[in-house]
């Protein structure tokens, strides 16, 4: 009796295996591949300690993990939680994107300006606001074509003390060819 019962667990144990294995070859996030993985070595044979052990979890999360896999599937493993919802919806974020090629010259403050008075919208943090540069392919960092800081006089000074060392490198690099 025992052994009749042993044989028809088999063939969905192995179907459980190959499922589980599919799922954990396919899933890019290590939480999931966690449950998965528990969830096959139960599967397998192993006690739960040795469970426990191998993947760092809890009787209590091995023990869940394998009813939500045996009430709904391979469903049951995914993650419940989605993430925050982003602050701009997928159509605000075009017409940002939009505005932004309507411009020669862009500035952080006329973004946030627009997008607190338009949207009702303040971001925490500068990334954001820069994201948004960044996806509609500009560069928020700003360019000089001279130094803001650079002091002519110290300079030519320099120049001048130097200008010897710069001509001994080019009678040495004349002399080697």
Known sequence: ???????????????????????????????????????????QGYKYEEIQTILDVSLGSITSWKQAYEEYGISGLHLNHKG?????????R????????????????????KLAFEYDLTYESKRSYYDLFDAAGISWKK???????????????????????????????RQES
Not at 14 to 40: C, G, M, T, Y
Not at 143 to 168: F, I, M, Y
Request: charge should be neutral.
């Open 94 to 113: 075009e017409e940002i994107l939009s505005w932004f090629q309507t411009k020669e010259c862009w500035e952080l403050g006329e973004l946030e300006y």
């Open 84 to 92: 925050r919802k982003g602050y701009l919806t997928a159509q605000q």
């Open 143 to 173: 360019t000089t074509s001279l130094n803001p800081k650079a002091d002519e006089d110290a300079v030519a000074a320099k120049k001048k003390r130097l200008k010897h060392c710069w001509q001994g490198i080019g009678r040495k690099s």
């Open 1 to 43: 009796m025992i052994n009749q019962d042993l044989q028809a667990a088999i063939p969905s144990v192995s179907f459980a295996n190959v499922e589980l294995q599919e799922f954990i070859d396919d899933r890019p996030d290590a939480r999931e591949v966690r449950k998965a993985l528990a969830v096959k070595l139960v599967y």
